[in-house]
């Protein structure tokens, strides 16, 4: 049945042995100097400490954010205006010995317009489910706290993936159907028209990638990026771009 919808310190310490020197005909042995303890480096955490699903919570600004072992970063937001950004970015550890700051740039795109902003983005894992991030756009600098959210774990399968599936798009509609397989078919109320494949990930958990291509009457794209089922998987959501950072999509599907 068709619906419509609008649209992450370990220390170790290295304890050294003791040689003791024993006594023969009364005369003490050489004493054997004892090695000194000694503390291994802090390791700093790696961008896989960061991975998840991420949410705020509370009035204002709605905050939602994938991020991927690596560090790739996909953020949407729900601006109280009725705007959506999508921030698409990649984290790294920030410095060398333990920190629990990331730092990373990317772009955001204000979807439904042409509008497309450099971004610089500090996270900061303060807790095992709790992530601050802090967003810096042409000076403007806004921070947000979210939690994590448990689904992430759930390892994904193509299968539940499988069906129809539309949104409506722009002026018009978009149709689609994905197979058991991951394989991706459909068209658009516009004349366009779609195919594709959803992947799972080595991580094996709640996020998939996708690839989606697009052939209209006069224009083709080609976008790559992940894919979310909501809990009760009847809808997903979908964030794409193309690969020179010019285009970029947010799709919620139902079916």
Partial sequence: MKRRCKIWLLTL????????????????APATPLP???T??????????????????GAGVKTSAVVLPDGQTWL???????????????LEASGSGYSSAFIGSGKRYLLGTSTVGTIDLNADKTASSSLSMTLTTAGVTETYAMGYQSRYGTAATLAEHAGDWTVRSGPGTLNWHITATGM????????CSYAG????????????????????A?????????????????????????????????LAMTH
């Fill in 13 to 28: 310490a290295t304890l050294a042995g003791c040689g003791g020197g024993g006594a023969s005909g009364g005369i003490a």
């Fill in 218 to 250: 006069d224009k083709s794209l080609q976008l790559a990026g992940i894919a979310l089922l909501s809990a009760d998987k009847r809808s997903a959501t979908l964030a794409m771009a193309t690969t020179d950072g010019v285009t970029a999509w947010l």
């Fill in 76 to 90: 949407a937001q729900s601006q109280a205006s009725g705007d959506i950004d999508l921030v698409i970015a990649k």
């Fill in 197 to 216: 494949q959803i992947k799972l990930r080595a991580e094996a958990k709640a996020v998939v990638d996708l690839l989606v291509a697009e052939q209209c």
């Fill in 184 to 191: 991706l078919s459909g068209t658009g109320s516009t004349g």
């Fill in 40 to 57: 291994s480096p802090a390791i700093a955490p790696a961008t896989a400490d960061l991975q998840g699903i991420w949410e705020s919570s």
């Fill in 36 to 38: 000194t303890p000694t």
